[in-house]
């Protein structure tokens, strides 16, 4: 570690790494994993929220404008590449938009990654509804439930039933690509990664600590997943792990 002393009485300077511990590597990679998990929590609600709104507008019967938006919506997002899409919220939307310039680059690049993502989980949810037999749709509004309710209470309860497997692939997709971050000058994992080993000169042991932090973080989403496909599969309709 560094050792910052004042040139008068050799005290350790605030803010800098010393024998009192005041800051330390391993502090600067913790706080990174906080800004990793916050940017992709946030753009994970952000995605699931909008998908989901996108999702079912794609699939309403009878509605040709709402279809055509939903399907604008994911074309637009999906085929423009993520590093692209941040350096369009945080450069270009800014100017556009004056009133933008006061929102901090964390917000933009939360919007950035859950709108990308959102185009993803919208095509899920979807092909999920589509799955379900028509006849699930029609019970709904036989028993008098509105196009509202029978999407809330009979067709999206299964459909994200059935796509739990492809929304953990999405899941674990928004933590690895929140290090894209690193390139607007927010210091999540990776720029505090590469900022650790520029200033320790530990080029190894900085990187493979945070390929530890992203494989621990990843796999426990992914057994977190494993549980809840688990625990919400109707048995006799819906297979869990093959069986």
Known sequence: ?????????????????????????????????????????????????????????????????????????VEFFRNIPLLVQIFLWYHVVPTMFPAMKAVPGFVLVVLALGFFT???????????I?????????????????????????????AFRIIIPPLTS???NIFKNSSVASLIGLMELLAQT?????????????FTLATLIYFTLNM????LMRLVEKKVAVPGLISVGGK
Not at 33 to 52: E, K, R
Not at 118 to 128: K, P, T
Not at 194 to 206: H, I, M, P, V
């Open 1 to 73: 570690q560094v050792f910052c002393e004042d040139t008068l009485d050799r005290s350790p300077v605030p803010g800098c790494f010393g024998k009192n511990g005041d800051i330390t590597y391993l502090d600067w990679m913790l706080s990174a994993w906080g800004w990793t998990v916050s940017v992709s929590v946030l753009a994970l609600l952000l995605a699931l929220a909008s998908g989901m709104i996108i999702g079912v507008l794609r699939t309403l019967p009878n509605n040709k404008w709402a279809v055509r938006f939903g399907n604008a919506w």
């Open 170 to 172: 999405e899941f674990l």
């Open 130 to 158: 589509q799955a379900l037999p028509r006849g699930q749709r029609y019970a709904g509004l036989a028993m008098g439930f509105t196009t509202f309710q029978t999407y809330r209470y009979v067709l999206l309860p299964m």
């Open 118 to 128: 959102s185009a993803r989980i919208a095509e899920q949810v979807r092909s999920g």
């Open 220 to 223: 426990s989403l992914m057994l």
């Open 194 to 206: 590469k900022q650790t080993a520029e200033f320790s000169a530990n080029l190894f042991e900085a």
